[in-house]
């Protein structure tokens, strides 16, 4: 049985919206493999990058990403690391290593915040661009 139709994944990428990432990642989180407990979801590689990303960019926004990396598995920090050096810009790979680094340097994390707050758009354009670009690896998780 499909749980979305083509139609509705495909209007929400071309949506491009933080509403449309955060309902594909509700759609993604819903899937009969996602576990949580494993320090990868049981999901793709993209798939977690994908949803981390999203939730550190959202953390940091919202409360400052010192939350997101407080909260989140060192085991799970390590494999969003590594998944997003070989996919993600040079930049995001820093900024992602530099929290999971430092996230008790105050005055470090504000400035991470405040990149984070001036690379919003740029997040979510690129979040978009890695699920279309995979989107035949991932047509499980949308089915």
């Known amino acids: ?23 594909l990642a509700g759609i993604i989180c819903g899937w009969s493999g996602f576990a949580e407990q494993h320090p990868d979801r049981g999901l793709p590689p993209v798939a977690l ?6 939730t550190w960019f959202s953390q940091g926004i ?10 989140t598995s060192v085991e799970r920090q390590l494999a969003v ?18 929290g999971v680094e430092h996230w008790r ?3 470090r994390m504000r400035d991470h915040d405040r990149w984070i707050d001036s690379n919003e758009s740029v997040c979510n354009q690129w979040l978009i661009n890695l699920l279309l670009q995979n989107r035949k690896d991932l047509a499980d998780l949308f089915a």
């Open 1 to 23: 049985m499909t749980r979305f139709s083509d139609t509705y994944i495909d209007n929400l990428f071309a949506s491009g919206t933080y509403d449309a990432l955060v309902e």
């Open 62 to 71: 919202r409360s400052g990403s010192w939350t997101y990396f407080e909260a």
């Open 49 to 54: 990058v994908f949803l981390e990303t999203l």
């Open 81 to 98: 690391l590594s998944y997003l050096e070989g996919i993600a810009p040079a930049e995001f790979v820093e900024r992602y290593r530099e």
């Open 105 to 107: 340097d105050q005055e």
